[in-house]
């Protein structure tokens, strides 16, 4: 059992050595679109990359996600070949938002032997999300749009 300043020790050299390793500017929470954010996760379990649209209005939640879930096969075939849906997803905060998420499991933030392969699961997987991103922004952002 490590300790709260053991794990925020092991957290922070975390995050900066994947920094060393995949040295570049992340769009995560640039996107130009309110409440709509690429996110890092990792914990004692799984990593995840995972696009997270928190908008607060559930139509605009709603618009967002089904203009991506409306390019899912582009994703699936051109992209991420295993990235996961979910309208409604609750957070343990009891907010709900929509996810799009890949997962990798049996990986854990204290086992520094798994760290490179979650660095470049990391890098793979939010490259791939950047792309399609950038690549249907002006689609995904225009709430005009009909899907």
Do not use: C
Not at 86 to 106: A, N, P, Q, Y
């Amino acid at each position: 059992m490590y300790s709260k300043e053991d794990a925020k020790r092991i957290k922070r050299e975390f995050w900066i050595q994947f920094a060393e390793e995949y040295p570049r500017k992340w769009i995560l929470y640039n996107t130009q679109i309110k409440d709509f954010s690429f996110k890092f996760y990792i914990d004692n379990k799984k990593a995840q990359v995972l696009l997270e649209i928190e908008h607060k209005e559930l139509e605009k939640r709603t618009i967002y996600y089904e203009k991506i879930e409306s390019l899912r096969n582009i994703l699936f075939e051109d992209y991420i070949n295993d990235v996961i849906f979910e309208r409604d997803f609750h957070l343990e905060s009891g907010k709900t938002v929509s996810r799009i998420w890949v997962e990798k499991s049996g990986i854990s933030i204290n086992n520094k032997d798994t760290w490179n392969t979650v660095f470049d699961f990391f890098f793979e997987k939010m490259d791939a999300f950047e792309r399609f991103f950038f690549e249907y922004e002006e689609y995904i952002n225009d709430l005009e749009t009909n899907t």
